[in-house]
């Protein structure tokens, strides 16, 4: 599936290889689908990712639908929160399905980091169980360092571009994945993905002067292929990434290197403040105390307000780069 918009998908269809002599018999062409849902699937999501059996007009011709019937089973799923909050009741929303890695795309400056948008994405990411890739832009603006040193206890890689910049680093990441692209309005997303797939066409915009944020440019998701090998799935730009959905063992279990010590915690502890055997563990000397902040921050982030401020986002910055 390369795009779902408004109850039509749209679907990659590549046949498979005749039997015979490979010289002989030239292999069939793949082909774009457009598709329904089978009304036998109910309320079953499809998204972009996901592979699917058709049945129907599957010749690709203009005017012609086929219908989805069958979604197989998912390597993985990128889900975020409508919310977190209690009236929506965790409201799941799925985003991609069969990512191997997320790439979080953050500028460095017009508009700043936020911190906490980010560390929200990687718990994301922590429940999907997939890869991950911080990538900082537009750094003729600013310096990326304290940025990649807030993240490096974490083990995530980063690569750094500026607008007119070689992208081979970021190629070499992508290159035979199936990676989705993700980052707030304004980042320069679609400017990435117009570099790397230079058909793509995504529309691009400037950031709001006076709100520091950058206008929904790209509408729905859409799956790309690179010329190098491998896909890009560009996502719309997000202001809030609701965690609600995810719990607190999933976080923990992304660090394997203090889950064991949380046995000795008491009864319904949060692992972010007092009585946490955690502190123990670091005092001891058995465990790093930049990972132990690291966990707590996403921990909080995770509990916390979906969406940064202006007012929230320079104390995350203060509070969480110094």
């Known amino acids: 599936m390369v795009a779902v918009d408004r109850g039509r998908y749209t679907t990659l269809i590549e046949p498979e290889r005749p039997k015979g002599s490979a010289q002989k018999r030239k292999p069939p062409q793949r082909r774009l689908v457009v598709a329904m849902k089978a009304r036998e699937l109910g309320r079953k999501g499809i998204v972009v990712g996901d592979r699917v059996a058709l049945v129907g ?126 980052g707030h309005s304004g980042v320069g997303k679609s400017t990435l993905v117009n570099a790397l797939v230079p058909d793509a066409n995504r529309a691009v915009s400037q950031v709001n002067a006076v709100t520091g944020r950058g206008r929904h440019t790209s509408t729905s998701a859409v799956a790309l292929e690179l010329p190098e090998g491998g896909w890009i799935i560009d996502t719309p730009g997000v202001r809030s990434f609701g965690l609600a959905h995810v719990s607190v063992e999933t976080v923990l279990a992304a660090f394997p290197d203090l889950n064991e010590g949380t046995v000795n915690c008491p009864k319904g502890c949060t692992h972010l403040g007092d009585g946490c055997a955690l502190d123990t563990l670091v005092a001891e000397g058995k465990a790093d105390p930049t990972r132990l902040r690291s966990l707590r921050r996403l921990l909080s982030s995770r509990d916390g307000t979906p969406d940064d401020s202006p007012t929230t986002r320079r104390e995350a910055v203060s509070d969480e780069i110094s």
């Open 57 to 182: 007009d599957v010749s690709g011709r203009p005017d012609t639908l086929a219908r989805v019937v069958r979604v197989e089973p998912r390597t993985s799923m990128l889900r975020r929160s409508a919310d977190d909050t209690e009236d929506t009741d965790g409201i799941e929303r799925p985003v991609v399905a069969n990512a191997d890695q997320l790439v979080i795309v953050t500028a460095l400056a017009d508009p700043p980091p936020r911190p906490r948008m980010i560390d929200r994405i990687l718990v994301a990411a922590f429940d999907a169980e997939i890869d991950t890739l911080l990538c900082l832009t537009k750094s003729d603006l600013a310096p990326p360092d304290e940025l990649v040193a807030l993240y490096e206890p974490l083990g995530v890689a980063h690569v750094v571009v500026h607008k007119g910049g070689s992208l081979d680093e970021l190629r070499d990441h992508l290159t035979g994945h199936i990676s989705v692209l993700v």
